[in-house]
């Protein structure tokens, strides 16, 4: 398994100097269990800014009103919200996808190209079906990185350091803490 080097301490000082996104990932999973999504403008407004979502008015209505029914209905599974959004979009939705699912069920990892670029992981294909297909075991690789490396010494230590330094944000799941380290750990050469 690898193992990504995060320099702890920079990793600490880059989640200090942006603190406000700890702030800011504390409202929405505190708050997005009741609030209608599809109808909550200050929320989507606060979740589009936080995970950079810059599509247009159709995408995010679409986005938002699955969101809200999933998270009512059933807690929906990657390859459902992936190819949901393909299907209607035919863009291959990967990162919001999984940001959506890692907001619903908090144990799942985030995907976005500074996890990818830590875990030294790529998307392949050249056209979008090709991406779709690839993303799904690529996913699964994410998800099974996460289940080998929590229970590592390594993945504790990171935990620990995290809680030392933001005890107020101890709740949040061992997958976020590590998702928070890698995005604010410098990148990879």
């Not at 200050?42 to 247009?56: D, E, K, L, V």
């Not at 990892?109 to 392949?124: E, G, T």
Request: glycine share 2%; net charge positive.
């Amino acid at each position: 398994m690898f193992e990504p080097k995060i320099d702890i301490q920079q990793a600490l000082a880059g989640l200090r100097k942006r603190e406000k996104g700890l702030i800011t990932y504390e409202k929405i999973m505190s708050s997005y269990k009741n609030i209608n999504l599809s109808e909550d403008m200050s929320f989507q407004r606060m979740f589009n800014g936080f995970y950079r979502i810059r599509r247009n008015e159709d995408w995010r209505k679409f986005y938002y009103e699955n969101f809200e029914k999933w998270k009512n209905e059933s807690t929906p599974t990657f390859p459902l919200i992936l190819e949901t959004f393909y299907r209607h979009t035919g863009r291959v939705e990967c990162s919001f996808s999984s940001k959506m699912l890692a907001t619903l069920c908090p144990d799942f990892p985030i995907w976005d190209s500074i996890v990818l670029d830590r875990l030294q992981l790529r998307l392949r294909g050249t056209n979008c079906e090709t991406k779709f297909q690839n993303a799904l075991p690529l996913y699964e690789h994410i998800l099974q990185w996460y289940q080998e490396f929590l229970p590592t010494q390594t993945a504790k230590s990171y935990i620990a350091a995290f809680d030392d330094a933001f005890p107020q944000y101890k709740h949040f799941t061992p997958t976020k803490k590590i998702d928070f380290l890698l995005w604010a750990s410098p990148k990879t050469k």
